[in-house]
């Protein structure tokens, strides 16, 4: 990626680049590397499918053609947004249900996302894609799912927060995509959210968990003050906190649960609320 973009800037009049001296070896610009530079890849899926490893797809008993539902987990894995509305039609059209394309599609695509990622074999944009995509194919199916019934277990209710004096809620925003296609009911508090806002949703919404983000060591701190004052309003629920500066010492400290990721937050939330 990084050799193709260069190629290409040098076609473009770049004079002067810093490099590395011992790897200034020049490549032809690569195509898969160059159409998704310049926007003709549609979601990097051509180059995800190129250079991402295969062992992850489904493969069907019947001579290698994917059944509707293997279709459709296909493209949760492979964040095919474009076609995961036409897939989902054409499974309902062939006589599956819409409770069956959640159980046996959607939710075991999803599932494998969250194994791959751990394993390294995808990364967080491969990752934040497939959310993206389940996140439309789950809002795509809700109206047939409520047409034949379907009560999907209920999971827990999960208030999020990126502490007063923080602003980046990148990684709190991928955190509640992720627990929202995993089950779970998202209520997002946004950025800069001060104690007495959380504490506030807390006492309105019950919920089971309250996640807390931060980026910077300058406001960690008041997640210890969210923690103190909803302590002290006797309110009864679990913390998980994350974010780029903070770890499980910091958590233990607290006496709250930490996560690493997304994926992590949707374990711990499974094991600690029963």
Do not use: W
Request: a positive charge.
């Amino acid at each position: 990626m990084n050799k193709t973009f260069l190629n290409m800037a040098k076609a473009r009049g770049l004079k002067l680049a810093i490099l590395d001296p011992a790897r200034i070896n020049m490549v032809r610009p690569n195509k898969y590397a160059k159409d998704l530079l310049l926007g003709r890849d549609s979601n990097g899926i051509n180059f995800i499918k190129r250079y991402s490893k295969k062992e992850h797809r489904p493969v069907s008993a019947k001579a290698g053609v994917l059944s509707p539902k293997d279709d459709i987990k296909s493209a949760v894995i492979d964040a095919d947004r474009d076609n995961i509305k036409d897939l989902i039609n054409n499974a309902l059209k062939s006589g599956i249900s819409a409770s069956s394309i959640m159980n046996e599609g959607l939710i075991p695509a999803i599932t494998k996302v969250g194994e791959l990622f751990e394993k390294k074999v995808i990364f967080l944009p491969q990752l934040i894609a497939s959310s993206e995509t389940m996140k439309k194919a789950v809002s795509h199916i809700t109206p047939a799912l409520k047409r034949d019934g379907f009560q999907g277990k209920k999971k827990a209710l999960v208030i999020m927060a990126t502490v007063e004096g923080d602003i980046h809620d990148i990684g709190k925003n991928i955190v509640s995509l992720i627990l929202r296609n995993h089950g779970f009911e998202v209520i997002d508090l946004g950025r800069d959210v001060t104690a007495q806002s959380v504490v506030k949703a807390i006492t309105e919404y019950r919920p089971d968990v309250v996640g807390l983000s931060a980026l910077m060591t300058t406001t960690m701190a008041n997640m210890k003050r969210v923690i103190d004052l909803a302590v002290s309003k006797k309110l009864k629920c679990r913390f998980l906190i994350g974010g780029a500066v903070v770890d499980k010492a910091y958590a233990d400290s607290l006496g709250v649960n930490y996560a690493k990721d997304g994926i992590d937050a949707v374990k711990v939330i499974n094991r600690i609320v029963v």
